[in-house]
């Protein structure tokens, strides 16, 4: 298994600002997954961020506005930048633990955008 | 693109009392995984339970268990003896086999348990 400790766990934040989200893992992964899951939403994936490369985006998400930091195998960073209301939302960070092929999430990060 | 379809927004059973929720999927792949998670009000993603394409049997786990029909593409969880506790978002969830290993998850099923 994996404990994955997710910080902070909510802000209210200025709409034109930037909140950049921590993702600890107590184990070593590969591959490290950031989610978004909007106001009574399922969740949608926003990049895949591999240590020692750039993060992977899916469409419809750009590095600009959601730039990713993966510095180590234990560790990443999600910024949210130039927020607008629009991005008030729960975003995860999740992370595979192989070979059960199993993921694993942290407490999600509740943001409020004013 | 893979697809999962929950077609149960909501759904609500009697605390002891079996439900069934419903999920199917759509995927050209032969292997895959796929799973059921509980969000409960804490928001915290909780594993209930997991099944790989390529084994017949349905996966149990206590009083969740799936019935997996990989030919219908069809993935219910069934939650027997429901417990109060059990009142939680519920999402069905597809990966693959290969090397992108991210989740593509169903709309979500809210399920509340009565007492």
């Known amino acids: 298994s994996a404990v994955i400790s997710q910080k902070p766990s909510r802000d209210i934040c200025q709409r034109g600002t930037s909140l950049t989200i921590q993702c600890q893992v107590d184990?070593?992964?590969?591959?490290m997954f950031w989610y978004r899951q909007q106001p009574g939403q399922s969740l949608t994936l926003i990049a895949t961020?591999?240590?020692?490369?750039?993060?992977?985006?899916e469409s419809g998400f750009v590095i600009d506005k959601f730039p990713i930091s993966r510095p180590n195998l234990t560790f990443s960073t999600l910024t949210v930048s130039n927020m607008s209301p629009e991005d008030s939302s729960i975003y995860l960070c999740?992370?595979?633990?192989?070979?059960?092929?199993?993921?694993?999430f942290g407490q999600g990060t509740r943001l409020t955008v004013v | 693109a893979q697809t999962v379809t929950q077609s149960q927004p909501e759904m609500s059973v009697q605390e002891a009392e079996t439900v069934t929720l419903s999920c199917t999927y759509d995927t050209s792949e032969n292997n895959y995984y796929l799973f059921w998670y509980k969000q409960p009000p804490s928001r915290q993603m909780i594993l209930v339970i997991r099944q790989e394409a390529y084994k017949q049997q349905n996966a149990t786990e206590n009083r969740f268990s799936v019935n997996f029909q990989k030919a219908a593409k069809s993935f219910s969880l069934k939650i027997s003896d429901s417990q109060l506790g059990d009142t939680a978002m519920y999402f069905c969830a597809f990966t693959s086999s290969g090397s992108a290993r991210q989740l593509t998850f169903g709309s979500g099923t809210q399920l509340t348990v009565l007492p």
């Open positions: 999740s992370v595979e633990v192989v070979p059960r092929t199993e993921a694993f």
């Open positions: 961020a591999n240590q020692g490369s750039e993060a992977t985006y």
């Open positions: 184990s070593q992964v590969t591959m």
